[in-house]
């Protein structure tokens, strides 16, 4: 007999622990079983890098940095692909930037740089850097509106074949905005 009761006793305390689990939230149910759930993982969209293209010297030597092919930085800064042009600069933090690849004729280049700025934007000036160079300065000259192009010359020694990168950057601002830049040439010294 007192094993008849230690049995039902038994069978009692698992019939009892069975349902206080099945009563407690989070455990599952028979439909879904405790841990056959998938792990639910939040992804974080990439990160978006850099938009870089990489420019190439023409057989003549020139290399042309046109606007499609810049990377901008700067809170204003904007790319302007359908009229060809880079404008926003009202910072000294903000730049455009090309990466180009020389493959033959290091040496002096003739820096051409094509903008547009109105009256405003005179007194403004501008930096050309090559890679960690010196850079190389540059004023604003009023074009008598944003929609009348200059260009402005200036040499720059570029010492190696390979990959390089072009940043143009504000250095002072006259006006409410430095210039619209069009593009930017780099033609080898004693071919122009």
Do not use: C
């Amino acid at each position: 007999m007192p094993w008849i009761v230690a049995a039902v006793v038994l069978v009692a305390a698992v019939g009892i622990g069975l349902l206080i689990r099945e009563g407690r939230p989070g455990t599952g149910t028979p439909e879904e079983p405790v841990g056959n759930q998938p792990e639910v993982v939040e992804e974080k969209p990439p990160e978006e890098k850099p938009r870089w293209v990489l420019v190439s010297q023409e057989t003549t030597g020139t290399v042309h940095l046109l606007p499609s092919y810049a990377q901008v930085e700067g809170e204003n800064m904007q790319l302007d692909e359908a009229n060809h042009q880079v404008h926003g600069w009202k910072n000294t933090d903000d730049l455009v930037r090309w990466r180009f690849k020389i493959d033959a004729r290091p040496g002096m280049y003739k820096v051409k740089v094509e903008y547009a700025a109105d009256e405003q934007s005179v007194g403004g000036e501008f930096k050309i850097q090559l890679d960690d160079e010196k850079a190389i300065f540059m004023e604003v000259v009023s074009t008598g509106s944003r929609d009348n192009f200059r260009v402005d010359e200036k040499y720059l020694n570029i010492r190696s074949t390979g990959e390089h990168a072009l940043t143009l950057r504000a250095s002072r601002l006259a006006g409410d905005e430095l210039m619209l830049l069009r593009s930017i040439e780099l033609i080898p010294s004693g071919r122009e």
